[in-house]
């Protein structure tokens, strides 16, 4: 099928359960203000995200062949939404922190747990348009999740698709089209919140990381949250290093929030900032430490992404010489909630086929 201008229209057939299409020529023909005729006829979805792990590429995602194909069509037609698929030649990730120690990996299991994305879909709940919820969930593939009922259990399973949070993330992001990123922070710091909820650190605690220095409060605070991260993944995919300057990184690698999401200028998980931001608030730190993301595979196309946590002001030099209270309240805080949900646990993994999606908003 010929467009006017003589290029060919991507011919493409969805199941019936997707209005993923529908909902993006919603959005061109708000953007553009005039209708697009589109014909759904022939050729498949692919069942794949565009950006995958794949066992042939051991230290980045790479592009799936038949979801590129689907996406060339489309660019053909409508050439202002074309994005590179193509990988960064040089990354932080790839460069800078493999000479630091840290060497790229990428998930095997590909699942995560239960009630991790349960929460996550509460969280997301509370912010959504009820009007608006099982649209925008059926938008991005998730539409077996419309109803509560239909929600994973409260437990340590990992059944959970990778590509699932990416998914419910652009929902979050389409609820609110007008501000895309301060949707995701507040849904980052709302599922964060839910979390910390029952598990409020005992007065001791509270007391021990008032005397404690900042760094290690914080070393404490982030050999928690990833080790708590790579139990809901059941891999190690999330690290954190101190750097020389006295800042951190996290890392997360194959990250939950890249999948299936193309190239845009500028970092792009601002629900992990807003996480790592209400964890710093918790802890009272949130006037020391500035949170950011430095790189984003929505950038590189690697599938890992890269946070840092800077300090303001001068450095905390108090009571640096208590080794066993840090051992101690190590262990206490890793008896706490991580900034992503849910509880800690170690996790039972079982496989589940994913969903992919092609969304894209600006700035999400």
């Keep these: 099928m010929l467009s006017e201008q003589g290029q060919d229209i991507p011919i493409i057939a969805l199941p019936q359960n997707r209005h993923i299409l529908t909902r993006l020529l919603q959005q061109l023909a708000y953007e553009l203000k005039r209708d697009i005729p589109f014909t759904v006829l022939l050729k498949a979805v692919p069942d794949e995200a565009p950006l995958i792990a794949d066992p042939s590429s051991p230290a980045?995602?790479?592009?799936?062949?038949?979801?590129?194909?689907?996406?060339?069509?489309?660019?053909?037609?409508?050439?202002?939404?074309?994005?590179?698929?193509?990988?960064?030649l040089h990354s932080l990730v790839l460069d800078d922190l493999t000479i630091a120690g840290l060497s790229p990996r990428v998930s095997r299991k590909l699942r995560s747990r239960n009630s991790h994305f349960r929460q996550l879909?509460?969280?997301?709940?509370?912010?959504?348009?009820?009007?608006?919820?099982?649209?925008?969930?059926?938008?991005?593939?998730?539409?077996?999740?419309?109803?509560?009922?239909s929600w994973p259990p409260d437990d340590d399973e990992?059944?959970?698709?990778?590509?699932?949070?990416?998914?419910?993330?652009?929902?979050?992001?389409?609820?609110?089209?007008?501000?895309p990123v301060d949707q995701l922070?507040?849904?980052?710091?709302?599922?964060?919140?839910?979390?910390?909820?029952?598990?409020?650190?005992?007065l001791l605690t509270q007391q021990a990381l008032k005397v404690l220095p900042d760094k290690r409060v914080l070393g404490a605070v982030l050999n928690a949250f990833t080790g708590e991260m790579n139990g809901i993944r059941?891999?190690?995919?999330?690290?954190?290093?101190?750097?020389?300057?006295?800042?951190?990184?996290?890392?997360?690698?194959?990250?939950?929030?890249?999948?299936?999401?193309?190239?845009?200028?500028?970092?792009?998980?601002?629900?992990?900032?807003?996480?790592?931001?209400?964890?710093?608030?918790?802890?009272?730190l949130?006037?020391?430490?500035?949170?950011?993301?430095i790189e984003c595979s929505c950038q590189t196309q690697t599938g890992h992404c890269i946070l840092a946590l800077q300090p303001l002001g001068e450095a905390d030099s108090t009571n640096d010489q208590w080794p066993?209270?840090?051992?101690?309240?190590?262990?206490?805080?890793?008896?706490?909630?991580?900034?992503?949900p849910p509880a800690l646990a170690r996790p039972k993994c079982k496989a589940r086929m994913p969903i992919p999606h092609w969304h894209q908003v600006k700035g999400a």
Excluded at 185 to 202: A, D, F, H, Q
Aim: proline share 5%; net charge positive; with cysteine.
């Design 60 to 88: 980045v995602h790479v592009v799936s062949p038949a979801s590129a194909q689907i996406l060339e069509g489309i660019w053909r037609v409508l050439p202002g939404t074309r994005s590179s698929l193509k990988t960064a």
């Design 121 to 149: 879909l509460k969280a997301a709940r509370e912010l959504i348009d009820p009007a608006q919820w099982d649209t925008l969930l059926k938008d991005v593939g998730l539409g077996s999740y419309c109803s509560q009922d």
């Design 158 to 179: 990992c059944s959970i698709p990778a590509e699932y949070l990416s998914c419910l993330n652009q929902a979050v992001a389409f609820s609110r089209p007008a501000d």
């Design 185 to 202: 922070r507040r849904w980052g710091n709302r599922s964060t919140r839910l979390s910390l909820e029952k598990r409020v650190p005992s």
């Design 234 to 284: 059941g891999e190690e995919l999330h690290l954190w290093k101190r750097w020389s300057d006295g800042s951190y990184r996290v890392v997360h690698y194959s990250n939950l929030y890249v999948y299936g999401r193309v190239r845009c200028l500028q970092p792009a998980c601002h629900a992990w900032v807003a996480s790592l931001e209400a964890m710093l608030h918790l802890l009272h």
């Design 286 to 293: 949130d006037n020391a430490w500035q949170v950011s993301e």
């Design 324 to 340: 066993n209270v840090r051992a101690r309240l190590a262990l206490a805080l890793y008896r706490l909630p991580s900034p992503c």
